[in-house]
């Protein structure tokens, strides 16, 4: 579903991001991990059709984003850390707007604002979106990016600042989705919900570090929990790369 | 469909944001009134003090005309020194009249006045003279004093016979408010989503650069054109300002001029950073030269010539034209064709702009 060849980006003399090479199949959840300035959001910008790749190309749902960055943004629907909704209008305003600019039908549109009025309440659904409770804020987030039925997902640290309760709501979200074929990129700090994936990639310095199962990766570095693993994958590469700092005192992108 | 969905959007925003609508209507109003009522070109009362050394019955009499004037508060003293009144500021001008006046004058040599004014403020100092001239040349006129010139000037003051200020101000203010509402509207739009982070998810989606841009557009067009009206409308109620030429005419060249302001705000908007660098430029951009460079105040015909060849570039000055035209003159819309394509030119390029700057953006 997700087909990333050699993709890299420069910015001037920097490498952010240096021969991404990976496949991600249909319905799988794939975790994205790296601490802040490994090249995830670079990466991430790239695969969505927002940043032109400098080299390699990367193939979603079989569309080149080098060559049709329009076509691949159709189909990914895109979930950001941050709450980036029209706070002060309305959640069916919200829902509204998202699906008539992504040419979603009438009916469409009917029953997703009933589903979601029906979520929220009388209350809830009169309110300006910003005065909705985080979880549901971000829940309103993914309804937003599900409208037009993408068959790639890609959530930008979805569920930052959600609370445990609210954080395992959404993870059934993504289950549920990820079971009807949706196929789930996910980008986190949350080890415990990297857990959950169905396999993860770490990033340090700009280079992938490791791709396997939650499990794998842990057997690897002999960690017992994924944090210790990913603490020392960090710290295994940073040191092969012969302790050079330049890549902390890189601006994240 | 990008389009319509963005329009609906931002009528949206705009409804609900109610607090923003009530100010965004009261105080062009408000501006207008508080203009209107200070900005009075005429003086009432001109603080004239009189030195007669002469003390004659001529001077006397000069005097006395000087009461007559409704214009005038006087105070006679002996003094020497008329820049200590200045100071003390308890005179705008000191008229001195000297022993030989009323001799010189019967032996027909030429009498002299001296007069003194306070021109620390220019303008005021220009008309407290104009005033003073003419109540000396009416007195000149009743001893039937022969040293009058022999022809005299009878002005008529076309399009403004009253000479009132409001002739003056109702349509320069307009050009003003209109401008800045219109630019400050559209140039918080943009920067807002980028603050919101809403920007990035429009970035995603299929919708391109013009529908985003024309789509911002559109809606505040409808209300400047709200606000506009309400402002020629009060001009007209409050201050009796005419309308000479055709309203359907107004109606459109207002509409020009508010998609003028709007396109410049929304470029601004493609450029700043943020709401607040975004209103800060607005206002400035607009502000200014509208004040300086338009007409508005100062007469072009008079600045230096880079001045001049500046505001060509300020839309509010080609708009003055239309407006002076279309309520004092009763311009036809053929008279004010090249002001009306000039304002038309300035809206196209700013759009094209603002598409421009927006598309780079998108894809960077």
Not at chain 1, 88 to 96: D, F, G, I, K, T
Not at chain 1, 155 to 166: K, M
Not at chain 2, 298 to 303: D, H, K, W, Y
Request: aromatic letters at 10%.
């Amino acid at each position: 579903m997700i087909e990333v060849r050699d993709l890299t980006k420069r910015f001037g003399g920097l490498t952010a991001v240096r021969d991404l090479s990976f496949i991600v199949d249909p319905g799988e959840v794939f975790g994205f991990l790296g601490a802040n300035g490994a090249g995830k959001t670079t990466s991430i910008r790239m695969m969505c059709g927002l940043l032109k790749p400098s080299g390699g190309d990367a193939l979603l749902d079989g569309i080149s984003v080098r060559h049709n960055p329009e076509g691949v943004k159709r189909r990914i629907g895109y979930m950001s850390q941050r709450f980036s909704l029209y706070g002060e209008l309305s959640p069916a305003a919200n829902v509204e707007f998202f699906a008539r600019v992504y040419g979603v039908s009438k009916k469409k549109i009917q029953s997703e604002v009933a589903r979601l009025q029906t979520e929220l309440g009388e209350a809830g659904a009169g309110r300006a979106a910003s005065e909705l409770p985080l979880g549901f804020k971000q829940r309103l987030g993914l309804a937003c990016a599900l409208l037009h039925d993408p068959p790639i997902i890609v959530l930008d640290e979805p569920t930052s600042g959600v609370d445990p309760v609210g954080r395992r709501i959404f993870w059934e979200d993504i289950y549920t989705l990820s079971g009807a074929g949706h196929t789930v990129l996910v980008t986190t700090h949350f080890m415990d919900e990297a857990e959950y994936c169905d396999r993860i990639a770490i990033m340090n310095a700009g280079r992938l570090i490791a791709l396997d199962t939650p499990a794998a990766v842990k057997a690897r570095y002999g960690a017992e929990t994924l944090n210790q693993a990913f603490i020392r994958a960090v710290a295994a590469d940073r040191e092969s790369l012969g302790g050079n700092r330049e890549w902390d005192s890189r601006p994240s992108s | 469909m990008g389009l319509k969905a963005i329009i609906l959007k931002e009528f949206k925003h705009i409804l609900r944001d109610y607090r923003t609508l009530i100010i965004l209507f009261l105080l062009p109003l408000i501006m207008i009134v508080l203009f209107g009522y200070a900005m009075s070109l005429e003086l009432s009362s001109v603080a004239l003090v009189v030195d007669d050394r002469d003390d004659s019955s001529v001077s006397r009499e000069l005097i006395r005309s000087f009461r007559g004037s409704a214009f005038f508060s006087l105070r006679e003293v002996r003094l020497g020194n008329s820049l200590e009144l200045f100071r003390r500021r308890e005179a705008d001008a000191v008229l001195t009249i000297p022993e030989n006046f009323s001799r010189d004058l019967f032996r027909g040599e030429t009498a002299h006045l001296d007069i003194d004014i306070d021109a620390s403020d220019a303008s005021r100092g220009l008309i407290v003279r104009q005033y003073i001239n003419s109540v000396i040349r009416t007195y000149l006129v009743s001893v039937g004093n022969s040293d009058l010139p022999a022809i005299e000037l009878v002005p008529a003051f076309l399009y403004n016979q009253e000479r009132s200020g409001a002739f003056f101000f109702v349509p320069a203010l307009t050009a003003l408010i209109v401008i800045m509402v219109a630019a400050l509207l559209t140039s918080l739009t943009i920067t807002r989503e980028k603050e919101q982070g809403t920007f990035e998810l429009l970035r995603l989606s299929p919708v391109h650069s013009y529908e985003i841009i024309l789509g911002k557009v559109l809606p505040y067009l409808l209300l400047a054109l709200l606000i506009a009206g309400l402002i020629v409308l009060f001009g007209i109620l409050l201050f009796q300002v005419p309308v000479r030429g055709s309203i359907t005419a107004l109606a459109v060249y207002l509409l020009i001029y508010c998609l003028t302001g709007l396109s410049f705000g929304i470029l601004i908007s493609t450029v700043a950073g943020s709401q607040q660098a975004a209103m800060l430029i607005a206002l400035i951009a607009t502000l200014l030269p509208t004040l300086f460079l338009s007409g508005f105040m100062f007469q072009l015909e008079a600045m230096p010539r880079p001045l001049q060849i500046i505001s060509l570039f300020v839309p509010a000055r080609y708009f003055l034209i239309i407006l002076r035209g279309l309520m004092l003159k009763g311009n036809s819309v053929r008279e004010l064709l090249v002001p009306g394509t000039a304002l038309m030119t300035f809206s196209f390029i700013f759009l094209v702009l603002a598409i421009r700057r927006f598309r780079a953006y998108l894809e960077s």
